[in-house]
């Protein structure tokens, strides 16, 4: 399903919902992403995921980023799902920090359960994060394996910091709602796209 949002809408949500969130600039959006979405859907059992695609990330040079509503549109064109929804609301409040956007979602969506899902590889830079302590206690997380990334995001900073807090996989289901800091890491089908090497191939 093709979800036709205008960048600053908000998908629908509802009070008791649990919705996750994945975040990223999708330069451009591939497979892997529908694959990470899908897995976190179905383990987590998540009504929705929500693509927040970024205006620019703010530990990266955005200076060659396409404009907001072109990844948006290569992005519905990969998602192709009911339940995952792409919005690129945080041009609208005028955020780029995780933190910024998941606590005005949270003020906005009062009773919505939010999970963020982020990449093993995301995991392993995490404490560059700007306040990412506060980003786990707003938010449980959910770590998606990555080829070659699981046991060096496992042994960083952020790893250790979310050792204590780990989820056994088999509960991950229950993670929405779960009191934070918390985190499950979820196995499951795995594609080795990513957006640096499609850029790459077509010479960007």
């Known amino acids: 399903m093709n979800h036709s949002l205008a960048p600053a809408r908000l998908p629908p949500f509802a009070r008791g919902m649990r919705i996750g969130l994945f975040g990223g600039s999708f330069n451009p959006a591939h497979e892997g992403h529908r694959l990470a979405s899908l897995n976190a859907l179905h383990r987590l059992q998540l009504d929705a995921v929500w693509w927040l695609v970024t205006p620019g990330n703010p530990l990266k040079d955005n200076g060659a980023l396409p404009e907001l509503v072109e990844r948006m549109s290569d992005a519905r064109k990969i998602a192709q799902h009911p339940k995952l929804w792409v919005t690129g609301f945080e041009a609208t409040i005028g955020t780029r920090f995780t933190f910024s956007t998941i606590?005005?979602?949270?003020?906005?969506?009062?009773?919505?359960?939010?999970?963020?899902?982020?990449?093993?590889?995301?995991?392993?830079?995490?404490?560059?994060?700007?306040?990412?302590?506060?980003?786990?206690?707003?938010?449980?997380?959910?770590?998606?394996?990555?080829?070659?990334?699981?046991?060096?995001?496992?042994?960083?900073?952020?790893?250790?910091?979310?050792?204590?807090?780990?989820?056994?996989?088999?509960?991950?289901?229950?993670?929405?709602?779960?009191?934070?800091p918390a985190m499950v890491f979820l196995h499951g089908r795995r594609s080795s796209q990513s957006s640096t090497a499609i850029r790459k191939l077509r010479g960007l």
């Open 103 to 180: 606590s005005w979602l949270v003020r906005r969506c009062p009773g919505v359960d939010f999970v963020w899902i982020m990449g093993a590889d995301n995991l392993a830079g995490f404490h560059r994060w700007q306040r990412w302590r506060d980003i786990a206690d707003l938010v449980p997380i959910a770590v998606i394996d990555r080829p070659g990334s699981t046991l060096r995001a496992s042994g960083g900073q952020a790893g250790a910091y979310f050792a204590p807090h780990l989820l056994p996989e088999s509960n991950a289901r229950l993670l929405p709602g779960y009191p934070t």
